[in-house]
């Protein structure tokens, strides 16, 4: 049995880069018998970034439609959220205690996250990494399926269980994040130097998956596309590999098969055809997301926090003890 712990903050509605590059792989894993998975959403992470109450308090809900849509079933996988399992905090504090400032310094997403905003550099947002080590330390998880910006983070988790273990004795899994190849960094629409994100200034960086298929469809014929007319891929068309990459995770066409498809056409229909498909998943998605009830989604919330609770509270127990706490 291999354990499987990820999670996704309810900052925003989730856009195609959390779903290619991450969710997509949970469903895949979670497909598997011989994987026993757990999906959080990271509400305490959220904070880091002043939310509105009244919009967390949704988005946390939407966030768990979210992963039912795209095919997680609660009915396999314990779907929880973080601040209903207070363990995550207290082992948080734990690792806090071996966690080096110098280590918390290097990480990537503090350093661009803190230059972004400056005037609310927070002691959570440099604890973030740590929170997240005690998230997957918590359930002895094996693996981790995140997308490339989260490689860091994982790493940092690996360390500090390793760390304890040295201190204190055999007490925690040693981690490894799971990071495929493609999708793993979805780039921007307006920008391929830069990846999809939901904090973007501008809403053309990225495909929401809320959004409806015309406005999508607009955000894809805007996209930013490389010199050439050619369909085409290759080191020197960032725009292009980009499109290509979504295009092929969608439909389960190769990267070959679509310029093949699409040779001698140009870019306007290259684009066409994406935004067919990405319309495609749209609408299948929020179908199935509107399907969902508050109240349903709450029983599946409830349910799977008692199921986390249960683990960690066994593992906070052993931590207790090897650190001489009562
Ligand atoms: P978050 O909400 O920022 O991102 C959620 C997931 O989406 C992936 N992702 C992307 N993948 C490919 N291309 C992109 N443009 C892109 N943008 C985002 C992220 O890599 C991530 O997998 N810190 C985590 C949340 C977390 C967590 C955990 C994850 C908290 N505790 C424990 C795993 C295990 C995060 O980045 O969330």
Redesign the pocket.
Known sequence: MSRI?????P?NNL?L??Y???IKNWVELAAQPKNDCIF?V?DL?ALTVYQEPEILRANILAVAKTYLALGIDPAKSTIFAQSQVKEHVQLGWVLNTIAKMGELERMTQFKDKSAQNKNNINLGLFA?PV??AA??LLYDTNL???????KQ??ELARDLALRFNKLYGETFVVPESVIKKD?????GLDDPSK????SAVSANNYISLMDTPAVARKKIMKAVTDSGAEVKGGADKPALNNLLGIYSLLSGASVKDLEKQYAGKGYGDFKTGLADEVEKFLVNFQNKFNAISDKGIEKVLTEGAGKARQLAVAKINLVKNKIGIL
């Open positions: 712990f990820s999670g996704v903050q900052t856009h880069g959390n290619l590059g991450a959080c990271v992470h973030y929170l997240m998230d997957i981790v399926p995140v997308g490339e910006d989260q983070h994982v999708g793993a960094r979805v780039m990846k999809m994100s939901k």
